[in-house]
Nanobody
Framework: QVQLVESGGGLVQAGGSLRLSCAAS??????????MGWFRQAPGKEREFVAA?????????DYADSVKGRFTIARDKSKNTVYLQMNSLEPEDTAVYYC???????????????WGQGTQVTVSS
């Protein structure tokens, strides 16, 4: 089983920034096209796509329209870690944020095989 652990969530005022980290078990991934993504879920809502990145070549990034220009996804293969830098946070960004891993880059929650437990992000107005 792939283990993913999120960290970095917290409480921040609107306009502030947070950086989320998703650490995977060492040497978890071997596929050159493996992908990792960030999703979020607010109470009473479905889990929605935020951003995705391929683990290795070919290199792709993808962002939901709601976060494009504000959030940046990045990877550090030496640390088996994916980051989500969140700037200009808005109250609408409040949710539990999950990282996920799957065999191909996708915006669909159904195409990811492994999930972390989530980290809470709360943005106050």
């Amino acid at each position: 089983q792939v283990q993913l652990v999120e960290s970095g969530g917290g409480l921040v005022q609107a306009g502030g920034s947070l950086r989320l980290s998703c650490a995977a078990s060492e040497r978890t991934f071997s596929s050159s096209s493996y992908a990792m993504g960030w999703f979020r879920q607010a109470p009473g809502k479905e889990r929605e796509f935020v951003a995705a990145i391929t683990w290795s070549v070919p290199y792709y990034t993808d962002y939901a329209d709601s976060v494009k220009g504000r959030f940046t996804i990045a990877r550090d293969k030496s640390k088996n870690t994916v980051y989500l830098q969140m700037n200009s946070l808005e109250p609408e960004d409040t949710a539990v944020y999950y990282c996920a891993a799957g065999p191909v880059r996708s915006r669909s929650v159904h195409l990811y095989d492994y999930w972390g437990q989530g980290t809470q992000v709360t943005v106050s107005s």
